[in-house]
């Protein structure tokens, strides 16, 4: 998290909670916060990333799933994310590229560590190129998704 009077880009979870009116300073201020409207926070997230969904395709679904830490879109987001990578200059066969997507969507939405090796017939390097082109992808979607959504939602209300 960033500080208070930091320049630093803040994280993601600070931006979607931004989008519920919430303020990113960690001490309770007597219950104040910069919401203008009575919209449930739960809603207004997903009001607003579903503003993204018409411009943005599954960028807003991965900003969901990354914001809330569910699989809720999981099967839809790595599959379209593994056609995506066909124009990646690897060597890859389909399967490949889908078990990669899937690995980039652990490693982002559940910051876990991967725990499958890459396959035997791909290089070390082929195979590393195309987990970091996979996952790049992901945050770059989301990213793009939640810039999206807070455009459109300021536009909106």
Not at 77 to 106: F, K, M, N, P, Y
């Amino acid at each position: 998290m960033s500080l208070l009077y930091s320049t630093d880009r803040p994280e993601f979870l600070e931006r979607v909670a931004s989008l519920a009116g919430r303020t990113a300073y960690r001490v309770p201020e007597g219950a104040r916060g910069t919401k203008q409207d009575q919209l449930p926070d739960a809603h207004a997230i997903a009001a607003a990333l579903g503003f993204a969904r018409a411009t943005n395709g599954i960028g807003a679904d991965i900003a969901y799933c990354w914001a809330t830490g569910t699989d809720a879109y999981k099967e839809r987001a790595t599959r379209e994310l593994s056609v995506a990578l066909r124009c990646h200059a690897t060597r890859t066969q389909g399967h490949q590229r889908l078990a990669a997507a899937q690995i980039a969507w652990d490693v982002l939405i559940h910051n876990r560590r991967p725990t499958t090796g890459r396959p035997a017939d791909v290089r070390q390097a082929d195979w590393d190129r195309l987990l970091l082109a996979a996952i790049a992808s992901l945050q770059s979607l989301a990213w793009t998704a939640l810039d999206d959504a807070e455009r459109a939602y300021r536009k909106a209300g």
